[in-house]
């Protein structure tokens, strides 16, 4: 019988150049992530699903080992047509090993014998005409590390957008200046897990602080539409300075950015924190709150934190989007994009007109559904 290597062995091609050099003695260089990996001929990068084969990389291709059609509040994008249906689809690895990950079945399944998702073979026009069947109008590639199956990502999203469907990446925001040029003309909304803002804490999942500041930098200076998701770890990451330090950063980036404080709950190996109270996300959301941001949400909470599900304008005031949970309870952004009451512009991507929820697979969260919460990796 094939291993999982064997099979993902089979379904590759050659990374695009523009995501890759080769070096001297038939080494390689990878740009899908910030790791910028050196490859050996034979070896493969730290994401262990892109390989360096005789001099050249090859990368995942061809497959997905997760579909799933999930509100796109769930990615969580709340500034990007809300109720919409967003098909998500996944590949397998990641580029990070966070001890907490709620997708560590396909992030980790190269990594972790107990991580088992088998891959199925996938063709990107099958792929649209099922989202299209199913209602959806946005295509999401989540689940996994989208940035280390980029190229894959994109061959599906050139089909997707001739289908008229908006494209979104759910990433932890580990990228590089070479892939954020090449993703660019084929993702709409971006969404970064921002874990921390100490460069120790990013070690311990394997990762570096100085380039996931440097891709949401660079995100929004490429004009993706950006939300950014903290979940937020008793003991790890709460604390007033850290949660403080990563507000300002986000603020000094754009003050519109919508900010995410989400609650942990103990999940793969992570299970000595407590869970996250709502105390603990109403102190997080203040604390950006006073560094200037204006939107400022509490997640995974849902219906105990007052009015941090809501989208408010940042002008007069006015309720633009009521939520519970995933749930639009309300909706008042009129067609242009604006406040109805004192036309003052909305930063997001619109519909012109809400088309209620998910119009063909209405979702309405069930009250006490734990684990149906905002995805972190
Ligand atoms: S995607 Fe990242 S981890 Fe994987 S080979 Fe490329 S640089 Fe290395």
Redesign the pocket.
Known sequence: MSSLKDILDQNVREAAPE??AKLDRQRV?????????P?PEGQ????????NRGGA?Y?PWGYVAGVQCDPIEKKPFFHAYPGALAYSFGML?C?LHCGYCQNWVTSQAIRDPHAVSPPQRAVPERMVDEALTLGAKVMVSTYN?P??TAEWAVEIFRQAKVAGLVTGFVSNG?G?PQVLEFLRNWVDLYKVDLKSFDDHHYRQLGGRLQPILDTIRQLHALDFWIEIVTLVVPGFNDSDDELKRMADFLASVSPTMPWHVTAFHADYKMTDPPDTTADILLRAAQIGKDAGLKFVYAGNLPGRVGELENTCCVQCGALLIERWGYLIRSYQINAAGCCPKCNAAAPGRWAKAFDGQIAHMPFVPRRGRARDTVTSK
């Open positions: 995501l890759y260089r990878c740009y899908a992530c910030g790791h910028e990996c490859i493969a990068g730290v994401c262990k699903v892109r390989y990389l990368v690895g580029d590390e940035l280390i580990n590089t």
